[in-house]
């Protein structure tokens, strides 16, 4: 089945310093692949995202590229703040259809927690 | 108000109750989703539903049961719940012509004594 594999946390940095956080995956066929982002005591919300192979999405200064070659989608930020403090999953949904409907699952990866101090 | 609404946001229960997690949107999007959140596990599908006739099983969905009452309404059920059934609870929802992205409710922090 499709999985979702991120780098262990937790990241502890700097701000200003460079964010990279690594996620691979496992899936058949042509997954789209998420970035979600979860505040203290919120929700998730979507970060970015990427709908086929070499796309890159990007948000408030986040970047990340589908790599279909080396099945990646590696989160990166060059200049971290404080509030980017949060916990970062990785996910990607379900690419197999049906009489023509995709189901729309997400599998996420176990997330990493993002610490960034003055 | 929010777009997604879980109620409550946080309970506290004890082992062999019955509980229910309430989760209404006002996004009008046909698909309905419950997951939970462990620490270190992510978040792991317990049902889906495509419309009010369509439920079905997620990847951990035994112990659980769930309603679809209307399109804007899905409810999680614990039958009797189980402390191993502590953890944050949260429903997302999803509009099929939009590339999969979700929006999700605050969660439910429920713990089992």
């Known amino acids: 089945g499709d999985s979702v594999t991120q780098m262990e946390g937790p990241v502890t940095l700097s701000e200003e310093a460079f964010l990279t956080i690594n996620c691979t995956y496992t899936?058949?066929?042509?997954?789209?692949l998420f970035w979600y982002v979860q505040y203290p005591g919120e929700g998730l919300q979507l970060l970015l995202k990427?709908?086929?192979?070499?796309d890159k999405g990007s948000n408030k200064g986040f970047e990340a590229t589908y790599r279909k070659e080396t099945t990646s989608f590696h989160l990166e930020k060059g200049s971290v703040q404080v509030s980017d403090s949060a916990v970062y999953f990785c996910a990607l949904s379900d690419s197999q259809f049906a009489g023509g409907t995709s189901y729309g699952k997400l599998t996420f990866g176990q997330g990493t927690i993002l610490t960034v101090h003055p | 108000d929010a777009d997604v609404t879980q109620t409550p946001r946080n309970r506290i229960t004890k082992t062999g109750k019955r509980i229910m997690l309430e989760c209404s949107q006002t996004?009008?999007?046909?698909?309905m989703y419950w997951y939970r959140q462990d620490p270190g596990l992510g978040l792991r599908l317990i049902y889906y539903s495509f419309d009010v006739k369509d439920i079905n099983k997620g990847e951990i969905s035994d112990g659980y049961s769930v309603s679809r009452q209307a399109q804007a309404k899905f409810s999680l059920s614990l039958e009797s719940a189980i402390p191993n059934q502590t953890a944050l609870y949260f429903c997302?929802?999803?509009?099929?012509?939009?590339?999969?992205?979700?929006?999700f409710g605050s969660g439910t922090r429920l713990t089992v004594v």
């Open positions: 990427a709908t086929k192979a070499d």
């Open positions: 899936a058949t066929g042509y997954p789209s």
């Open positions: 997302a929802t999803s509009d099929y012509t939009i590339p999969y992205g979700y929006t």
């Open positions: 996004k009008g999007h046909d698909r």
